[in-house]
């Protein structure tokens, strides 16, 4: 999954030129903010916890051009995987999986017309579209973890994406 996460981010980034030294800023603050929300958690209750890390994803992918949201929400998640010192193939699937995540949620937003140079939060349509982008990213990111869990031989598939997503699996996390 990393693999074609990667090489589908290499696609983007060959197809589009990102202009990161106009958004320098603004990028940084992006990586910070993925790296904060995937490393602090807090209990929800007694069977699990929960970070912020989608929706620093989805904040991400707002602000910035959907090659530079999806670099710098990959390096944040590098970053965190590196400071939490995960095993090597937990890192690089939850890596794997912030890509694709940010890829679905700023295909959706370019789809809908999301300029994220001008941003307009006053069109209710483009917001809807926004939430609609951060609820795909959660239900991705559920499937994914659902897959590699049926992959491993730890359940069946569809209870499992089902109990992620109304939160009762701990394989997630809540919020997220």
Do not use: K
């Amino acid at each position: 999954m990393f693999g074609a996460a990667l090489f589908g981010l290499v696609g983007l980034a060959v197809l589009s030129t990102p202009s990161i030294g106009e958004d320098l800023g603004l990028t940084l603050l992006v990586v910070v903010l993925v790296v904060a929300g995937r490393s602090i958690s807090f209990p929800i209750n007694a069977a699990g916890s929960s970070h912020m890390g989608t929706p620093a994803l989805i904040a991400g992918v707002l602000l910035l051009e959907p090659t530079l949201a999806i670099c710098s929400i990959a390096a944040g998640a590098a970053i965190s995987e590196i400071l939490q010192r995960r095993p090597l193939r937990q890192g690089i699937f939850n890596i794997g999986q912030a890509i694709v995540q940010a890829f679905i949620a700023s295909g959706i937003l370019l789809l809908a017309g999301w300029n994220a140079s001008q941003p307009d939060f006053t069109d209710p349509l483009l917001i809807a579209v926004a939430f609609v982008a951060g609820a795909c990213a959660i239900a991705v990111s559920a499937l994914l973890v659902s897959v590699s869990a049926r992959l491993d031989g730890r359940g069946s598939l569809a209870p499992m994406f089902v109990g992620m997503l109304i939160g009762d699996d701990e394989r997630t996390y809540y919020l997220d």
